[in-house]
């Protein structure tokens, strides 16, 4: 059985040492800081950038990967064993051109049925977990086919929410406007976010307040896991004392199976910003993927 090779890009935001574990190839985003230009995850970690952040006049900008970048990779794979099968997971389509960089890279390459690219239409670990999921599915012998079918029912039964601590860097990137984020900011409004089935930033509710964002949350979550078990995955930028009191509230409302970390990288905090916590829930019946 041909062997199956997980590919993803910088934005997932998976600890390094759970790709080198599981052998997942990751592609770099980039994050430019003026004249100066850093690799994702390889040349600029998410402490240092978030030290930066604070210190910048401007905010840094970000910029995709090269189709070059990604055929690297398959070349590489593929030279390694001719006959692998790799699925290549990405940073939604709606935020970002990588996923239509790998598409290119494997259209150059000429090799579609070797090469399946997967645009996740989530951000952070929200596809992060997806592409540990593949891994830990691939690890298990299952084919190409069947790790496919593991990710997206996970994806289907899975949650996820974002809090910013400010409304600044949404704004300044677009995704809301400058008064929207300048009433919020005097009002407290705590806008909670997710990602909608195209794959774009999405306003779910807007509340006055952590505290009440936080109910609001476990709210919805009540709504959709009810009494099930789960897992718990928490992302932050520089947020943990968030990340804490958030772990410790959903433990007095669910049975938590188990709560997992992760940091949130330079690339997604660009558009976030410090004080960030993103919350990912899965039902623990896919505890052996994740």
Same mark, same amino acid.
């Given at each position: 059985? =041909?062997?199956?090779?997980?590919?993803?890009?910088?934005? *997932?935001?998976?600890?390094?040492?759970?790709?080198?574990q599981l052998g997942i190839e990751m592609v770099p985003l980039k994050v430019h800081f003026g004249e100066e230009t850093f @690799?994702?995850?390889?040349?600029?970690? *998410?402490?240092?950038? !978030?030290?930066?952040?604070?210190?910048?006049?401007?905010?840094?900008?970000?910029?995709?990967?090269?189709?070059?970048?990604?055929?690297?990779?398959?070349?590489? $794979? /593929?030279?390694?064993?001719?006959?692998?099968?790799?699925?290549?997971?990405?940073?939604?389509? %709606?935020?970002?051109?990588? !996923?239509?960089? &790998?598409?290119? =890279?494997?259209?150059?390459?000429?090799?579609?049925?070797?090469?399946?690219?997967?645009?996740?239409?989530?951000?952070?670990?929200?596809?992060?977990?997806?592409?540990? &999921?593949?891994?830990?599915?691939?690890?298990?012998?299952?084919?190409?086919?069947?790790?496919?079918?593991?990710?997206?029912? /996970?994806?289907?039964?899975?949650?996820? !929410?974002?809090?910013?601590?400010? @409304?600044?860097? @949404?704004? #300044?990137?677009?995704?809301?406007? #400058?008064?929207? *984020?300048? $009433?919020?900011?005097? $009002?407290? /409004?705590?806008? /909670?976010?997710?990602?909608?089935?195209?794959?774009?930033? %999405?306003?779910?509710?807007?509340?006055? +307040?952590? #505290?009440? *964002?936080? %109910?609001?949350?476990?709210?919805? $979550? #009540?709504?959709?896991?009810?009494?099930?078990?789960?897992?718990?995955?928490?992302?932050?930028?520089?947020?943990?004392?968030? &990340?804490?009191?958030?772990?410790? @509230?959903?433990?007095?409302?669910? %049975?938590?199976?188990?709560?997992?970390?992760?940091?949130? +990288?330079?690339?997604?905090?660009?558009?976030?910003?410090? +004080?960030?916590?993103?919350?990912?829930?899965?039902?623990?019946?896919? =505890?052996?993927?994740?």
């Open positions: 059985m =041909a062997a199956v090779r997980i590919v993803t890009d910088s934005t *997932a935001d998976i600890p390094k040492e759970i790709r080198e @690799l994702d995850s390889v040349t600029i970690e *998410a402490e240092q950038f !978030y030290t930066k952040l604070e210190q910048a006049d401007q905010l840094p900008t970000t910029s995709q990967p090269s189709p070059v970048d990604f055929m690297d990779v398959y070349k590489r $794979l /593929i030279k390694e064993d001719p006959d692998a099968q790799i699925i290549s997971i990405h940073l939604s389509s %709606a935020l970002s051109g990588t !996923y239509q960089s &790998a598409v290119l =890279a494997r259209n150059m390459l000429e090799i579609d049925e070797q090469i399946t690219v997967w645009d996740s239409k989530s951000a952070s670990y929200g596809f992060g977990l997806l592409v540990v &999921a593949a891994a830990k599915a691939a690890q298990s012998g299952k084919t190409k086919d069947e790790v496919l079918e593991v990710i997206r029912e /996970i994806k289907g039964n899975m949650a996820l !929410y974002f809090l910013v601590d400010t @409304l600044e860097y @949404l704004q #300044k990137g677009g995704r809301i406007g #400058k008064a929207a *984020a300048m $009433l919020g900011s005097l $009002l407290n /409004i705590k806008p /909670i976010l997710s990602i909608d089935e195209e794959g774009e930033v %999405a306003s779910v509710d807007k509340v006055r +307040g952590q #505290k009440k *964002a936080f %109910a609001r949350i476990v709210d919805m $979550l #009540k709504q959709q896991f009810g009494d099930q078990e789960i897992i718990v995955i928490e992302a932050h930028a520089k947020a943990e004392n968030y &990340a804490d009191a958030f772990k410790a @509230l959903l433990e007095q409302h669910f %049975a938590v199976r188990s709560v997992q970390y992760t940091t949130i +990288g330079p690339v997604i905090g660009t558009h976030v910003g410090t +004080g960030t916590l993103g919350v990912f829930i899965c039902p623990a019946t896919y =505890a052996e993927y994740l």
